[in-house]
């Protein structure tokens, strides 16, 4: 009993190391490459947060998620891993960001506690959705920068300029003081495309195709894929 105790512990223990290793590519890379690459970036102050910050954070922090995608593609099985992946990124992000900032704006601590949180998490689950899609479609033969080349999917593109969005539109809306109605609006709407994205996509993440940004977000925002399904399940059951 003790054995088989000890067997499921360890079974338990390996399918948490990419949800480990998602967080800390989230946390090495607000450290060592989004931040300095955005202070180097960051030519016009006033247009960093806006432009730079998405630009740079968006395809960074998801890089835990990345290397799963193209070296141990089986982490990835369905997009409910990818989701949990993103998630994870974007949270491993947020917090080692807010610790930064907090070392300087030690008064900012409760607004950067929640707004960057969401903003991260929402994006880099969408991130990682693309992400878990190529992990479908990865060629193992290849090897070095072959291999990481693959990221330059269409998949991974689209999912990626999505995210950017959400970052982009969100920076905006807090630099030229909008208002919290216009964030908490935006917040919702956010995740609302996120919910669709992740509705529309098969659980196994196989049989789609991306054509791109503005076709996917079209036919997840309009989908009755879930609708289609159960249907399909009642009539089995007769």
């Not at 990124?89 to 930064?100: S, W």
């Not at 992990?135 to 990221?151: E, L, N």
């Not at 216009?182 to 196994?204: G, H, Q, R």
Request: hydrophobic share 50%.
């Amino acid at each position: 009993m003790e054995t088989l105790e000890c067997e499921s512990e360890e079974r338990d223990l390996i399918t948490l190391i990419p949800e480990i290793i998602a967080l800390l590519g989230g946390i090495v890379s607000a450290v060592l490459i989004a931040l300095p690459l955005s202070s180097l970036l960051n030519v016009v102050p006033s247009l960093g947060p806006i432009i730079i910050a998405p630009l740079v954070e968006e395809p960074t922090k998801i890089i835990g998620v990345i290397l799963l995608a193209l070296y141990y593609p089986n982490s990835i099985t369905s997009k409910k891993r990818g989701l949990i992946l993103g998630i994870m990124a974007g949270i491993g992000f947020a917090f080692t960001e807010n610790l930064l900032y907090f070392l300087v704006y030690p008064q900012a601590v409760l607004v950067r506690a929640v707004i960057p949180v969401l903003i991260h998490i929402c994006a880099s689950a969408t991130a990682a959705l693309g992400v878990a899609l190529l992990s479908k479609k990865v060629d193992r033969s290849s090897a070095g920068f072959a291999r990481f080349k693959q990221v330059n999917s269409k998949e991974t593109r689209v999912f990626l300029i999505i995210a950017m969005s959400f970052h982009f539109i969100n920076n905006f809306i807090l630099v030229i003081g909008l208002g919290d109605l216009f964030w908490v609006a935006n917040m919702i709407l956010d995740y609302f495309i996120l919910y669709k994205l992740y509705s529309y996509l098969p659980e196994k993440l196989t049989g789609i195709k991306i054509t791109g940004t503005k076709e996917l977000l079209s036919k997840a925002i309009y989908s009755k894929r879930k609708k289609e399904e159960h249907q399909t399940k009642l009539f089995d059951f007769k």
